[in-house]
């Protein structure tokens, strides 16, 4: 994501209301209680519409993203099949942000932005949701902190999960504590609130309209992040707000199986299928998650087998190809699993994905161990090895394997 935009933000009863603000000194001390966290000095804050924030997000996505970054990161997408060919990625994440912005910490200018529409008297939450940002601004460096993932996707959206499940777990208790109760007592409580979270509701068809994917990865840090800090807190107490930070996880698997996290369990990165370079330009290598991986499931089988297989996951990795001189881009793709049992069943999944994911699809090989044939943009090329599943995608033809 390009900026921590609250999913559970709200906003105020009527335009240019600023009443909201006096809560703002109460409200940061309230959560500097409960984390132990420094309070080191006022927040600014900034009252703004819903045309400024569309504006605002279109800036914001041109000083994180270069148009060429937004393009192979959108390439990778529909490689993978999780969003159509003519889908507008930039457009998309704009809109989506807009459509939820009701109010977020810009931990670049270091201000919290309330929004002046009225969708919904959730004021008081969205409200310290976002000064937990900012609270966590204050000790850790919210920038660098995602700063330092960027090179890695899964690692990437594991620390936003981070960020935003802090500050979704905070908003949480202190509405539990005005109600003489705590999260922290209450573990039954922290899965119903997560769960409330994944569904936007009539209230937000852009995002109900939006690819699985988008949707997804959205909410993730949310409400798995949630999740994620609550099993720490209640392994380590007031210390959980700070280590999450200090010793962060490094991967989705980690967020969704927290007992990783502790256990040190590190992802593994197999190797790429072997491919000629000659007229190509790599353009990314990046890394598939056990999230990006439950979600490729569950789009092209069902939900039930992505949450059976995905947490067999060890490690994935992808690279992205191209030859401007044929208009073409190639699909480096691996990935490891637990043991070869899981792999073979991941191979039968991925060819489900295949067959699914384009128009028209021709298979010319398919054994225990290799599927291949001619799809929308190319020759592909699948294998089972050992406990490794790889694929080559978009070739122009066989020989160049």
């Not at 949450?307 to 190639?330: D, F, M, N, Q, T």
């Not at 599927?371 to 160049?400: K, Q």
């Amino acid at each position: 994501m390009l900026l921590c935009v609250a999913w559970c933000a709200a906003a105020w009863a009527q335009k240019g209301d600023r009443a909201i603000f006096d809560e703002v000194g109460t409200d940061l001390r309230e959560l500097a209680e409960i984390t132990g966290l420094k309070l080191r000095h006022k927040v600014p804050y900034h009252l703004i519409s819903k045309d400024e924030v569309n504006r605002y997000l279109k800036d914001r996505v041109g000083e994180v993203s270069t148009p060429e970054e937004v393009r192979i990161e959108e390439l990778g997408l529909k490689k993978f099949g999780f969003v159509p060919q003519d889908f507008d990625l930039a457009k998309s994440t704009v809109d989506l942000l807009t459509e939820q912005a009701a109010a977020f910490y810009d931990y670049h200018k270091k201000r919290l932005y309330i929004t002046d529409w009225a969708p919904s008297g959730m004021r008081e939450a969205a409200l310290v949701h976002e000064l937990a940002h900012a609270l966590a601004d204050q000790n850790f460096h919210l920038e660098r902190f995602i700063r330092q993932g960027r090179d890695d996707d899964d690692l990437s959206m594991a620390r936003m999960a981070v960020m935003e499940g802090q500050a979704t777990w905070l908003m949480s208790e202190a509405e539990e504590r005005r109600a003489g109760q705590s999260l922290k007592d209450n573990e039954a409580a922290v899965e119903l609130m997560s769960k409330a979270m994944e569904s936007g509701g009539d209230e937000y068809p852009v995002f109900e309209s939006a690819p699985l994917y988008l949707r997804r990865t959205l909410v993730f840090p949310y409400t798995q992040g949630m999740l994620f800090q609550n099993a720490v807190v209640q392994k380590l107490d007031e210390a959980a707000f700070a280590e999450v930070f200090r010793q962060p996880p490094v991967s989705t698997q980690q967020i969704l199986h927290p007992e990783k996290y502790f256990a040190h369990v590190a992802p593994t990165k197999p190797a790429l299928p072997e491919f000629s370079h000659h007229g190509y330009k790599r353009l990314a290598v990046g890394t598939m998650g056990e999230l990006d991986h439950a979600i490729l499931i569950e789009q092209f089988r069902n939900e039930r087998e992505a949450w059976r297989i995905a947490p067999h996951w060890r490690g994935g990795v992808y690279g992205l190809e191209e030859s401007k001189a044929e208009h073409r881009v190639v699909l480096e793709y691996a990935v490891e699993w637990e043991d070869t049992e899981w792999a073979r069943q991941f191979f039968e999944a991925y060819q489900d994905a295949l067959r699914k994911k384009w128009r028209k699809i021709e298979v010319q090989s398919s054994s225990d161990s290799t599927f291949a044939g001619m799809g929308d943009d190319g020759y592909f090329l699948v294998r089972l090895e050992g406990a490794v599943v790889r694929s080559l995608e978009g070739l122009r033809d066989p020989a160049l394997n």
